[in-house]
């Protein structure tokens, strides 16, 4: 008898872009699993019945992209500590008749820096952190999951600024305004990019980095290119760096478990795989 193949994928709107179909495949063909992993673009306007229609098919779970965050988490039934947290799913999946909806960005976010740096490293060093967004409220949230003392938080809108501080509410994360961010620069610190400045196609990071040294240790959340101009400027003032195609494989590793029952391997070289296909791209 055949084995009931195991199919999983990615949302998005669009989503010819993802990366997750070669990530996941790669697992998937690493570990003989008779599984497929798929892209479906969904239409917003239709994203929260196709999200609940889930339950109907025989589709394990399936990774969300942008836009449709939001409408994942509001079409679950039920929603992790980490999907509450943040008020956004980058991961669906039905356990038991449930729609789930989880978020692994903060796993995804802080696996690689303790990695790279250790805790107690994290712990020494304050942190920026440039963003108002879903990203940025995972990478202080992720933060605050390790009981980090000090976390400034900036970004262009001063409105989303003082907002994103409310609403986390915690007396050790506080707002920088934009026109201030240079001031709030020191050595040593951690600085972490959670907005798409920098990307391809996008606006540069408008960011001071000459009071830096390799004191500092630079987290550039974007990933096209995979060698951004603030990680460039980074390596310029002796800075330690990691960017962000670090986390897009961290986040995946929890997602991939989740669908089909088993742990990515982590010998691996996917990262090359990734960095293959991104430069074709440029």
């Not at 949302?11 to 570990?31: E, T």
């Not at 805790?119 to 605050?144: H, M, N, Y």
């Not at 050790?172 to 305004?177: C, K, L, S």
């Not at 982590?266 to 791209?281: D, F, P």
Request: aromatic letters at 6%; one cysteine or more.
């Amino acid at each position: 008898m055949n084995k009931k193949v195991q199919i999983a994928g990615v949302c998005g709107y669009p989503v010819h872009h993802s990366l997750s179909p070669l990530l996941h495949s790669a697992w998937l063909n690493a570990l003989n699993i008779e599984g497929l992993y798929c892209s479906y673009e969904v239409l917003p306007s239709d994203a929260i019945r196709a999200f609940r229609s889930l339950k109907k098919t025989d589709i394990n779970g399936v990774n969300v992209t942008l836009p449709l965050k939001r409408h994942a988490f509001l079409a679950s039934d039920t929603q992790t500590e980490q999907a509450q947290m943040l008020g956004v799913a980058n991961c669906l999946y039905v356990r038991d008749g449930q729609l789930t909806a989880h978020n692994t960005d903060l796993e995804g976010f802080l696996d690689p820096l303790v990695n790279k740096l250790g805790i107690d490293e994290i712990l020494k060093l304050p942190a920026i952190v440039i963003g108002t967004g879903g990203v940025a409220r995972a990478a202080i949230w992720a933060l605050l999951s390790i009981n980090h003392p000090e976390i400034r938080v900036t970004g262009r809108s001063n409105d989303k600024l003082l907002h994103l501080i409310q609403e986390i509410g915690k007396k050790n994360v506080r707002p920088v305004y934009w026109k201030k961010r240079k001031e709030n620069l020191q050595n040593p610190i951690l600085i972490i990019n959670a907005t798409s400045a920098g990307m391809v196609g996008k606006p540069r990071l408008d960011l001071d980095l000459s009071c830096c040294s390799n004191k500092s240790f630079i987290y550039d959340l974007v990933y096209t290119p995979i060698e951004t101009e603030l990680l460039i400027n980074a390596k310029a003032q002796g800075c330690k760096t990691l960017g962000g195609l670090d986390m897009l494989i961290a986040q995946a590793r929890p997602s991939f478990e989740l669908f089909y029952n088993q742990e990515p391997p982590r010998n691996l070289n996917v990262r090359k795989k990734l960095i293959k296909t991104l430069e074709a791209r440029l």
